[in-house]
């Protein structure tokens, strides 16, 4: 039997990090995802504690104002891609731009020069992801998950799933349609 989940990435991320920072006695309010305020000072075992207990989860500390403009822009596509209740029926720059507060070419030069890509290639890779996510877990068509992720066309997810991944999406639902039914006979 083969049972398939959907995820809450800011959900999990959240209740991972407030039960380690509760864990290791550290008084804390959350700001904002990814973002929280330390209500008392800690010394270094607990903040190497803390960094040793968040690192088996892959989340780390950041501390460079930089990186933590970077990570706020990866966490508001995540947000603008994976969140079904955020709807974003503007352009992803005017989004970006208005809710951290920067202007977008400002935004766009860091993003490019800290991780040495743009930022959209890499709204491009989490539409893709979540395109595969949709096409594994859920029965959508390639029309409503073109609409779910604001593209113009098929045709248009279909260019940049196949860029991305090297296969067309329709390639990539019959290798998945062939795999549960190979494992259905398996498990039968």
């Known amino acids: 039997m083969t049972l398939f989940f959907k995820?809450?990435?800011?959900?999990i991320c959240q209740i991972v990090l407030e039960q380690t920072?509760?864990?290791?006695?550290?008084?804390?309010?959350?700001?904002?995802?990814?973002?929280?305020?330390?209500?008392?000072?800690?010394?270094?075992?607990?903040?190497?504690?803390?960094?040793?207990?968040l690192n088996k989860y892959h989340i780390e500390v950041v501390e460079n104002q930089k990186s933590i403009l970077?990570?706020?822009?990866?966490d508001t596509i995540n947000d603008m891609v994976f969140n079904e209740e955020t709807t974003v029926n503007v352009k992803s720059s005017v989004y970006l731009s208005e809710t951290l507060e920067h202007s977008y070419g400002y935004l766009s030069n860091l993003f490019s020069e800290v991780t040495y890509t743009s930022i959209e290639n890499f709204i491009i890779l989490q539409k893709i992801e979540f395109a595969k996510q949709l096409i594994i877990k859920q029965d959508l068509s390639l029309?409503?998950?073109?609409?779910?992720?604001n593209y113009s066309s098929v045709a248009h997810?279909?260019?940049?799933?196949?860029?991305t991944t090297g296969?067309?999406?329709?390639?990539?639902?019959?290798?998945?349609?062939?795999?549960?039914?190979?494992?259905?006979?398996?498990n039968n």
């Open 157 to 163: 997810l279909s260019t940049q799933f196949k860029n």
């Open 70 to 74: 970077v990570q706020k822009i990866k």
């Open 143 to 149: 029309t409503e998950i073109a609409f779910r992720l």
């Open 7 to 11: 995820f809450d990435f800011n959900a």
């Open 21 to 53: 920072l509760n864990d290791n006695d550290i008084k804390f309010k959350t700001v904002g995802f990814g973002e929280i305020e330390l209500l008392d000072k800690i010394n270094k075992d607990q903040q190497d504690n803390l960094e040793k207990a």
């Open 167 to 186: 296969i067309t999406p329709s390639a990539f639902q019959r290798i998945i349609s062939k795999r549960r039914a190979f494992n259905q006979e398996n």
